[in-house]
């Protein structure tokens, strides 16, 4: 039982660089989210997604977007990255809403 | 505006004794209260949460006290091991009518528990 699995794990893009982050849970949830951390900030949500077939946006959602491919998988896309975006990225799990979260290793990006 | 926020940033104790960290709310409709662990390189891990319909929830070596006239909430851990040291965060979960609550998720900024042999 893996959990949640984010990859990569490491990431260094230029500016304008596009690119997906992937994210996939193995305990049947039907939410996802995906988080950045910034020194000093917490974490703050950039999109969610209550269940399969629907998302939503969260605090920071500018500049990204979100696929729920299916009830396992959620996907962040950054179409042209900003040295802004430069962060770690974790995406979350959790059974419904008011529940714990689960959460992946995270993504540090790094945007030059 | 909401926010959720940290008495102390940084938290010094010894092996074997207990820590208490603190988290400031502002928002009284929240009504659900997560604490998680972050250790360095890695997610954050749930700890323990507690409900707006209680006062106290006890976990193995964890505690979480919620007082909600004052709008703060405590997360004790007892004969602390250096295996806690970590980032700690709350977080609370707000509820506004007819919306669900996804995007009310707060976090704090987090206390770094640093404990000494």
């Known amino acids: 039982n893996a959990g949640v699995t984010q990859t990569p794990k490491f990431q260094v893009l230029k500016t304008g660089q596009s690119m997906t982050l992937q994210c996939a849970q193995d305990?049947?949830?039907?939410?996802m989210y995906w988080y950045r951390q910034d020194p000093g900030m917490g974490l703050r949500l950039i999109y969610y997604?209550?269940?399969?077939?629907?998302?939503d946006k969260g605090e920071v959602p500018n500049g990204y977007n979100v696929s729920r491919l299916n009830k396992r998988e959620f996907s962040l896309r950054l179409e042209s990255a900003a040295p802004s975006q430069t962060s770690v990225y974790f995406c979350?799990?959790?059974?419904?809403?008011?529940?714990?979260?689960?959460f992946g290793q995270g993504t540090r990006l790094t945007v030059v | 505006g909401e926010s959720v926020g940290l008495h102390l940033p940084t938290l010094s104790v010894q092996e074997g004794d207990n820590s208490i960290i603190n988290c400031a709310y502002s928002n009284s409709a929240s009504d659900y209260f997560i604490w998680y662990k972050q250790e360095s390189g890695k997610g954050p891990q749930f700890i323990i949460d507690i409900r707006s319909n209680m006062d106290k929830r006890q976990g193995q070596r964890v505690t979480v006290l919620l007082n909600k006239t004052v709008k703060h909430l405590s997360l004790q851990i007892a004969a602390t091991q250096p295996g806690d040291s970590a980032v700690y965060f709350c977080?609370?979960?707000?509820?506004?009518?007819?919306?669900?609550?996804?995007?009310?998720?707060?976090f704090g900024p987090g206390t770094s528990l640093s404990v000494i042999p």
């Open positions: 977080a609370e979960n707000g509820q506004e009518r007819g919306k669900t609550s996804y995007d009310k998720v707060i």
């Open positions: 979350a799990s959790s059974v419904r809403d008011r529940t714990e979260a689960f």
């Open positions: 305990m049947n949830h039907n939410s």
């Open positions: 997604s209550a269940s399969e077939g629907t998302t």
